[in-house]
């Protein structure tokens, strides 16, 4: 867009110089001379500012096409990572009732083993260590 914004106003410098040039060397009274350059000089601001009001709109239309295409975007992400954060979410609740149907498993066992236990160790029983050793049970 900047080259061609560049190229545009090159090209339209050149034709107003180029204008002003041939009617200063053109054959005519001064008075005529000097309308014709003001005509050529009018025509060339209203070229200009015509060029001006067109790269002026079509950029404000890209801006606001940007705008719109980042927030749909901005919008899709955050509506994706909701869904994501729900799912996270789910699943970690799921798994915090495996945990705690575990739990109640393994207290509901500790509880039963060691009334179990506690009657059924006796003197001279074998009993397996930390180390994996087998010894003789005391009580």
Known sequence: ???????LLALITGAAIGAGVGVLYAPGSGE???K???????????DLNKKYKETSSNLTEKAKKARTDFETRLEE????ASYKADDILSALES?????KKQNAKL????RNG????????KAGDPVTGEAGKTGKAVV
């Open 77 to 80: 992400t955050l509506s994706s």
């Open 32 to 34: 005529e001379t000097r």
């Open 114 to 121: 060691s009334s179990e236990a506690s009657g059924q160790l």
């Open 95 to 99: 798994k915090l009732e495996e945990l």
């Open 1 to 7: 867009m900047a080259n061609t914004g560049s190229t």
């Open 36 to 46: 014709k350059i003001k005509k050529d000089a009018e025509k060339a601001q209203k």
């Open 107 to 110: 207290q509901k066992e500790a």
